[in-house]
């Protein structure tokens, strides 16, 4: 547990970017926010007291890219905040319950935001899935415009085994922050395989 109450963002990121090219791998991005804040830039924002904490890094090794975004709290969460991030993780699992080889990347898609838009969250929160692997978005793309500018060619087709996805499910609460889970996931026959299916809950700071 390095980062701890005055530790500000850029520290963080830094710390981040040792330790991902400690473990040999290349540092691509770190998006992070504390607090109520929405913003994910570098700066001198320190942690605080009972801040929630947004983390999302994308690390290359041997040339392959991974995404993942976890959540921090400095303190203990309230049963507001665990019932925030146990929202978000309904819709993750949402998708991971449709990858497979063989279903269609929209009938994947169509599943997630249909659970999102039942959830009591959905004004603020924001399902998205996309391949990545060289770079950070390429195919299979299964979203049209959503948020990046590509068409979703592949949302009618069959997903196939070792196809590589991002799945991400973001909330911008008005008052509780940025809240958001990120996986990567390896389609495979009988559903996928997670790279790093660890920390998903609350890490205590």
Request: hydrophobic share 35%; net charge negative.
């Amino acid at each position: 547990q390095w980062a701890r109450e005055g530790t500000t963002k850029t520290e963080i990121i830094e710390q981040l970017r040792r330790e991902e090219t400690n473990r040999g791998a290349h540092f691509e991005y770190c998006l992070l926010t504390l607090g109520s804040s929405h913003n994910r830039a570098a700066s001198p924002q320190a942690w605080k007291q009972g801040e929630v904490l947004s983390i999302d890094s994308g690390g290359n090794y041997h040339g392959y890219i991974g995404d993942l975004c976890r959540m921090g709290i400095l303190g203990e969460p309230d049963a507001e905040l665990e019932d925030l991030l146990a929202e978000v993780d309904v819709v993750q699992q949402a998708a991971f319950s449709k990858v497979r080889a063989g279903t269609l990347g929209g009938d994947m898609i169509a599943h997630a935001e249909g659970v999102l838009k039942a959830s009591k969250v959905s004004p603020y929160t924001d399902f998205f899935a996309h391949g990545m692997g060289l770079i950070t978005h390429e195919a299979p793309f299964l979203m049209t415009n959503h948020p990046v500018t590509y068409e979703g060619t592949y949302a009618g087709k069959p997903l196939e085994k070792n196809m590589v996805l991002s799945v991400e499910t973001t909330m911008l609460h008005p008052t509780r922050g940025f809240i958001k889970l990120e996986d990567t996931v390896a389609v495979t026959d009988n559903g996928y395989a997670m790279f790093g299916d660890r920390a998903r809950g609350w890490n205590r700071g």
